[in-house]
């Protein structure tokens, strides 16, 4: 269950190989060099995942169809360290000093003699030094030495929407360049020897290509061995199923830029949906909350910060972050709703691409216990939810009477008893996708014949509040017998004795009066 989405692009080293065989970059002992300014061209390139299959030998012309992606935002600054470059080749090889260099740029920056206004690649991803002098002059000894220029362009800026996990390699070049001859398919021509050959063409229009190669930040997440996944007609995942009782396990891996010691800011935010909630703080690696990194609670998510001034954090640099943490379904959940979980990194403030994981979702099923005679809803009736023989569920009444499921037992626990409420309503939810058996374990009233058999029902995500799919169940009523042995109609027929003797007491009497 991965949610990979790329982000991060995180950086290197220069793999092109630099031009400084023969005389290519020059000696620094060529006195007739022409001191027209030169044009330096850096064209960034990123790749993903991985470098080309082998190194790319710059010619310093523009090489067409240069694979990988221009990276604007970039900030180069360029050094003249003439005098420090050739301070240090006597007695040295040029690839030595070079190489030097490259691998510890602090001496030859502290002695440069000048300093270049820094570059920003841009959309194309090119930074361009323009009138960049062919020489340079220098003091040996109190005298001043005038020799070709050598620069040092070094990768002093990453691009707040990028996470650069190791800057590109330092570029040492000493002037005067010539163009490296080149096969039909522009490929560069060597001679016996395996050595580059060069053509007599002075070049003052240079383009270099210093790469960088990205990588994906990743945020995968385990939904647990009972999740139910839910495909289309065509086998594409729609999204997974899950209980109220499961919890999912969240991991980030995160790259740490290279530059995490100059950074203003590196945050982590995740921002889960309404209906999931965080089961506790993160893990962040090996790190220490409040002296590597800061933790802040937002909505029913988190920000982590990371300190840059601390010497774990600092350590990280270049490297990854894995960040692990849990998260269940709220009890406020709408349950017809799938939830999701983004997270995203904050560099200097500037946010980068979402991490989304799978949706996830989870189901429920309403009841109604009705009178079989009159269909009026009837209380008190008590049931238990099975998923299989010895499978129990269990739950949790929360404050509008709603029940939630909270796991299975093999036996039946007193948790297990769900009852119906007001007017026969019983609500469950928390139910992955499946089918169920609903069993009644005592009828409403002792007026009531308890149910034989298991009312079988589904549970379907996004089916909750859909009426049409409620379940009615029925109670049949006991009966009422008419009575007997009582008194029935007696009294009724004593008075109408009463009044039948009255009537023909009055008669006999009117009848003697009338004779006399």
């Given at each position: 269950?991965?949610?990979?989405?790329?982000?991060?692009?995180?950086?290197?080293?220069?793999?092109?190989?630099?031009?400084?065989?023969?005389?290519?970059?020059?000696?620094?002992?060529?006195?007739?060099?022409?001191?027209?300014?030169?044009?330096?061209?850096?064209?960034?390139?990123?790749?993903?995942?991985?470098?080309?299959?082998?190194?790319?030998q710059n010619t310093g012309a523009v090489i067409e169809g240069f694979k990988g992606t221009a990276l604007p935002g970039v900030t180069f600054t360029a050094y003249d360290i003439t005098g420090y470059y050739h301070t240090q080749i006597n007695g040295s090889s040029q690839s030595d000093v070079i190489n030097d260099i490259v691998a510890d740029t602090t001496a030859a920056i502290s002695a440069a003699i000048g300093t270049l206004l820094p570059v920003v690649t841009n959309d194309q991803g090119e930074a361009v030094f323009n009138n960049l002098p062919a020489t340079s002059t220098y003091q040996v000894g109190g005298t001043n030495v005038t020799k070709d220029a050598v620069y040092l362009f070094v990768e002093t800026g990453t691009p707040n929407?990028?996470?650069?996990?190791?800057?590109?390699?330092?570029?040492?070049?000493?002037?005067?360049?010539?163009?490296?001859?080149?096969?039909?398919?522009?490929?560069?021509?060597?001679?016996?020897?395996?050595?580059?050959?060069?053509?007599?063409?002075?070049?003052?229009?240079?383009?270099?290509?210093?790469?960088?190669?990205?990588?994906?930040?990743?945020?995968?997440?385990?939904?647990?061995?009972?999740?139910?996944?839910?495909?289309?007609?065509?086998?594409?995942?729609?999204?997974?199923?899950?209980?109220?009782?499961?919890?999912?396990?969240?991991?980030?891996?995160?790259?740490?830029?290279?530059?995490?010691?100059?950074?203003?800011?590196?945050?982590?935010?995740?921002?889960?949906?309404?209906?999931?909630?965080?089961?506790?703080?993160?893990?962040?690696?090996?790190?220490?909350?409040?002296?590597?990194?800061?933790?802040?609670?937002?909505?029913?998510?988190?920000?982590?910060?990371?300190?840059?001034?601390?010497?774990?954090?600092?350590?990280?640099?270049?490297?990854?972050?894995?960040?692990?943490?849990?998260?269940?379904?709220?009890?406020?959940?709408?349950?017809?709703?799938?939830?999701?979980?983004?997270?995203?990194?904050?560099?200097?403030?500037?946010?980068?691409?979402?991490?989304?994981?799978?949706?996830?979702?989870?189901?429920?099923?309403?009841?109604?216990?009705?009178?079989?005679?009159?269909?009026?809803?009837?209380?008190?009736?008590?049931?238990?939810?099975?998923?299989?023989?010895?499978?129990?569920?269990?739950?949790?009444?929360?404050?509008?009477?709603?029940?939630?499921?909270?796991?299975?037992?093999?036996?039946?626990?007193?948790?297990?008893?769900?009852?119906?409420?007001?007017?026969?309503?019983?609500?469950?939810?928390?139910?992955?996708?499946?089918?169920?058996?609903?069993?009644?374990?005592?009828?409403?009233?002792?007026?009531?014949?308890?149910?034989?058999?298991?009312?079988?029902?589904?549970?379907?995500?996004?089916?909750?509040?859909?009426?049409?799919?409620?379940?009615?169940?029925?109670?049949?009523?006991?009966?009422?017998?008419?009575?007997?042995?009582?008194?029935?109609?007696?009294?009724?027929?004593?008075?109408?004795?009463?009044?039948?003797?009255?009537?023909?007491?009055?008669?006999?009497?009117?009848?003697?009066?009338?004779?006399?």
């Open positions: 269950m991965k949610m990979t989405k790329l982000f991060g692009l995180i950086a290197t080293s220069l793999i092109a190989l630099p031009l400084f065989i023969g005389g290519a970059l020059g000696m620094g002992e060529v006195a007739e060099a022409a001191e027209d300014p030169v044009k330096v061209t850096l064209h960034k390139r990123v790749f993903e995942e991985d470098y080309p299959d082998s190194p790319i929407a990028t996470t650069v996990t190791k800057k590109a390699a330092p570029i040492v070049l000493a002037l005067p360049i010539y163009g490296i001859t080149t096969n039909d398919d522009g490929s560069v021509k060597v001679d016996s020897s395996g050595n580059v050959t060069y053509t007599d063409v002075l070049n003052k229009d240079i383009h270099l290509y210093p790469k960088n190669l990205t990588a994906t930040d990743t945020k995968e997440v385990d939904y647990g061995k009972t999740a139910v996944p839910v495909y289309d007609d065509d086998e594409k995942l729609l999204y997974y199923t899950a209980t109220t009782a499961d919890t999912f396990n969240y991991t980030l891996t995160i790259n740490i830029p290279a530059n995490i010691d100059s950074l203003t800011s590196f945050t982590i935010t995740d921002m889960p949906t309404a209906g999931l909630a965080l089961v506790a703080e993160p893990t962040v690696g090996s790190l220490t909350k409040a002296t590597d990194y800061t933790f802040n609670a937002s909505g029913n998510g988190f920000v982590i910060g990371l300190l840059p001034g601390s010497n774990a954090v600092k350590a990280l640099a270049g490297q990854t972050l894995t960040i692990t943490y849990q998260m269940k379904f709220a009890d406020t959940i709408d349950v017809d709703d799938l939830q999701n979980n983004t997270a995203y990194v904050s560099i200097n403030g500037t946010q980068q691409p979402d991490l989304i994981t799978d949706e996830v979702g989870t189901g429920g099923h309403k009841f109604t216990k009705v009178d079989s005679h009159t269909g009026k809803g009837l209380a008190g009736a008590e049931f238990v939810i099975k998923r299989s023989e010895n499978e129990f569920a269990k739950f949790t009444e929360l404050s509008d009477g709603t029940y939630k499921f909270d796991g299975w037992a093999a036996t039946q626990p007193t948790e297990a008893t769900i009852k119906s409420k007001t007017d026969g309503v019983l609500n469950v939810i928390g139910l992955a996708n499946g089918s169920y058996s609903l069993i009644e374990t005592k009828a409403p009233s002792d007026n009531y014949v308890k149910l034989k058999d298991a009312v079988a029902f589904t549970v379907t995500h996004g089916k909750y509040k859909d009426t049409n799919l409620n379940t009615e169940v029925s109670n049949t009523p006991k009966g009422l017998l008419p009575s007997t042995g009582g008194n029935g109609i007696l009294l009724f027929l004593a008075i109408g004795l009463g009044l039948m003797a009255g009537a023909f007491v009055w008669y006999k009497k009117v009848k003697r009066t009338v004779e006399v």
